[in-house]
């Protein structure tokens, strides 16, 4: 169970998180939502389909991506998060790494900071943990090896699974020694982010052992490189893929998966919750 501001959600099976990238340049979905029309649109279709967060991003963190301003992230997100608490009751979540974005945002009304960096930019932690403190907002912590920029350049380590767990222990202590309460902590073991083909399955293989902490963990591989490269699909043909990795990462124990394609991971929600209730 986890609040968000006054919201509360109980993590009896995974929970369904949109993606909405307001972005021109996102490795899936770039360009087609940047707009305010479509964004809502987008964001209505998703919440009919049983999501329970929209993840709202204003700058592309995929492989190569370089930065953008603050005031161009601004501008892309700042007049969608004002459409979209207007318009619906759904948990709002902002990806990003920018402490006066996640100040914006939260003013604005996101409830949730999803920072791919880990609170690691300038004022992050400081912005991140008043907001926490202040409005009861908790931040979902990704593991990444490198930058956006460089993470793909022959990511190493020793054991993969391990190093993301040492990491979690360390950013869950940084946290709770800077204002955060235990229980305003998200983990994100970062599919993709630094990791080659093996590291990503080997993640998946033994994502049960990021339960260990007692908190959400985010499960979020949609229409990734993992699954296009090992079945050899384009970004429009792995659906079938996301679904076979959504299952396998619910069973072990995910509380997030985070989509682009909402109705079919709220399918495998709702088939986990139901063997969830069986008693044998």
Same mark, same amino acid.
């Given at each position: 169970m986890m609040t968000f501001r006054d919201k509360t959600v109980v993590f009896n099976a995974p929970k369904v998180m949109g993606i909405l990238n307001v972005t021109p340049d996102s490795f899936s979905d770039g360009g087609q939502f940047n707009k305010l029309d479509d964004a809502l649109k987008q964001t209505e279709k998703m919440i009919a389909s049983g999501a329970t967060? *929209?993840?709202i991003g204003g700058e592309s963190t995929r492989p190569g991506a370089t930065p953008v301003t603050l005031e161009e992230e601004l501008d892309r997100v700042i007049p969608v998060i004002d459409a979209i608490t207007e318009r619906f009751d759904t948990i709002v979540s902002i990806d990003t790494s920018k402490s006066e974005v996640m100040l914006e945002a939260a003013n604005h009304g996101a409830s949730l900071i999803n920072d791919v +960096? &880990?609170?690691s930019q300038p004022g992050a932690l400081e912005t991140a943990s008043r907001l926490a403190q202040e409005h009861? *907002?908790?931040t979902c912590i990704m593991h990444m090896q490198g930058t956006p920029e460089t993470m793909q350049d022959l990511p190493r380590y020793n054991s993969v699974v391990d190093e993301v767990i040492e990491f979690f222990r360390a950013q869950i202590e940084r946290l709770t020694a800077n204002g955060f309460e235990y229980k305003q902590i998200m983990l994100d073991p970062g599919f993709g982010f630094g990791k080659t083909l093996d590291h990503n399955y080997e993640i998946l293989k033994r994502f049960d052992e990021f339960t260990q902490f007692d908190l959400p963990v985010l499960a979020g591989? $949609? +229409?990734?490189s993992m699954i296009g490269n090992l079945l050899n699909k384009g970004i429009t043909e792995r659906l079938a893929g996301d679904i076979c990795v959504n299952t396998v990462a $619910?069973? &072990?124990g995910a509380s997030i998966l985070r989509v682009h394609d909402v109705g079919e991971a709220a399918d495998v929600s709702k088939i986990i919750e139901k063997l969830n209730q069986i008693n044998v």
């Open positions: 967060f *929209i993840d +960096r &880990a609170l009861n *907002i908790p591989m $949609s +229409r990734k $619910s069973l &072990a």
